[in-house]
């Protein structure tokens, strides 16, 4: 799924999905303005859920769509890093 958006855009979405980072402490990270980081990060969520649905789509409503969806859901959910570091799901946004 990684593949229908750019590498600015997977690596934004990489690092606050995946590492529990704010947008503003990847746009630091990355020497952007946090507004192009913003960019990235909402247009590459828009193009993956474009291609989740035209795969739903496309599969009918098979396991494997619905699997993608829950996935994507799974990217939006905000986090929050524990007392080792860890980082844990607190709250789910709806896409």
């Known amino acids: 799924m990684f593949s229908v958006v750019n590498d600015r855009?997977?690596?934004v979405i990489e690092m606050v999905s995946f590492r529990g980072m704010t947008l503003?402490?990847?746009a630091q990270a990355l020497g952007?303005?946090?507004g192009n980081v913003q960019h990235l990060y909402f247009r590459g969520l828009e193009k993956m859920r474009s291609y989740l649905r035209e795969a739903e789509k496309k599969s009918s409503g098979k396991a494997e769509a619905k699997f993608s969806v829950s996935l994507l859901r799974?990217?939006?959910r905000g986090t929050k890093k524990g007392e080792e570091g860890e980082v844990e799901i607190v709250k789910a946004r709806a896409l």
């Open 9 to 11: 855009q997977r690596t």
């Open 24 to 26: 503003a402490e990847t």
């Open 32 to 34: 952007e303005s946090l």
């Open 74 to 76: 799974k990217l939006r």
